[in-house]
């Protein structure tokens, strides 16, 4: 088995206002897979050369939408059972996809199952900008119930770092500050990191004492009210309720749910596309209380006319086209000015003309 993780982010502000209505998540959908069907180029460039493809693949109960990173070059080698490496068997145009999966949940939350390569949450509205020209502002969701998941958490790891030169006792109590004032004469500088875990071996007995012992440091980390103090610490766990792995970060309060998946189906495409669908559906019910406990409540419908058909090139070929139209029309109005101007000039010089025959012909 291979462990995913589900992280959860919320539009918070949509082309610079704040969003109090839905996003519209199944328009974009729709006009994603209307592009797809129609053979337009969805790939999408970024700043930094990064190229970006997107597609729907659901759209009930919740928009799913699938953001590859394509990648042609830097590729990874192929080796046979003696060793032997060989380049990827790649057929002309092809590429590497490396992908991440969104979910458009209630509330403008979005459920982003995520890999150690595919796109990071971001990513996903550099995308939606780029080709469609909409905006997204994307916060992390805030844990705000932190003492109920830690009294749910089976936990298995805590783990804290904090800068050389901040280690002192005085920032915890007890057997922490015994711990920090001996890590401040062992080093003065570069970041000092412990972990505590229940680790794989020993009875099941021996592990829940581990497992009560770490619970009580960490409740003991808590209490010191020194926390912000440090630059990293989680508790890392199994919630008893749902059975998924949770990483909770004291730091930040909020957590990111750990799944575990077979790496053969998200080898296949068709196959990991459906595990997905699910995975990120059962995160939406799983969560539904939470959110609808700790995040505002959207009115209204969502404003499908936000989001336009998609052109190949995306907005870039879309102001392009603009420009290049406006220039037209400029160039069209100059054109017209001077013919104006020179039919002026050439009545006023015939005037001017006929002024000096007549002059003449009265001398």
């Known amino acids: ?54 597609q729907a693949v659901a759209s009930s109960p919740h928009p799913v939408l699938l953001l590859d990173r394509v990648r042609d070059t830097n590729l990874p080698s192929v080796g046979d059972a003696l060793g032997r490496r060989k380049p990827l068997p790649l057929a002309p145009g092809d590429h590497l996809l490396e992908t991440t999966y969104f979910a458009f949940l209630k509330r403008n ?3 982003v199952l995520t890999s150690g390569n595919g796109p990071r949450a971001s990513r996903m509205g550099e995308y939606l900008e780029g080709m469609l020209g909409l905006e997204p502002v994307l916060v992390p969701v805030v ?4 003492e109920e998941i830690l009294t749910r958490l089976e936990v298995s790891r805590f783990e804290f ?25 062992l080093m003065n500088e570069g970041t000092f990191r ?4 229940v680790g794989r ?18 409740d003991l980390f808590r209490r010191a009210g020194s926390v912000e103090h440090f630059d990293y610490v989680v508790a890392e766990g199994k919630d008893s309720l749902t059975g998924d792995r949770e990483v909770v970060d004291l730091l930040k309060e909020r957590f990111i749910s750990h799944i ?31 959110f609808a406990k700790t995040l505002p409540d959207i009115k209204g419908s969502a404003d499908a006319a936000l989001v336009p058909d998609m052109v190949a090139g995306g907005m870039a070929a879309v102001r392009a ?43």
């Open 1 to 54: 088995m291979a462990r995913r993780s589900v992280q959860f982010w919320r539009i918070e502000q949509l082309n610079g206002d704040g969003l109090n209505r839905p996003f519209p998540a199944r328009r974009v959908a729709e006009v994603l897979k209307k592009a797809q069907d129609a053979g337009t180029d969805r790939h999408f460039t970024s700043v930094d050369g990064t190229v970006l493809l997107a």
């Open 109 to 111: 939350v979005i459920a």
């Open 143 to 146: 844990r705000e119930d932190i």
């Open 161 to 185: 770092a904090l800068p050389a030169e901040r280690l002192s006792g005085k920032l915890m109590e007890g057997e922490w500050a015994d711990v920090l004032d001996s890590a401040s004469r």
């Open 194 to 197: 412990i972990s505590l875990s």
């Open 201 to 218: 071996s020993g009875k099941a007995e021996d592990k829940q004492r581990i497992r009560d012992r770490i619970q009580q440091l960490i």
């Open 260 to 290: 575990e998946v077979d790496p053969d189906v998200f080898n296949d495409p068709q196959k990991s596309t459906a595990e997905a669908i699910a995975i990120l559906n059962k995160q939406a019910r799983d969560n539904e209380a939470f």
């Open 321 to 363: 086209a603009l420009a290049a139209a406006e220039s037209s029309e400029t160039a069209g109005r100059v054109s017209k000015k001077a013919g104006i101007a020179a039919e002026k000039a050439d009545q006023s010089a015939g005037e001017n003309q006929g002024g000096a025959d007549h002059e003449l012909v009265r001398g």
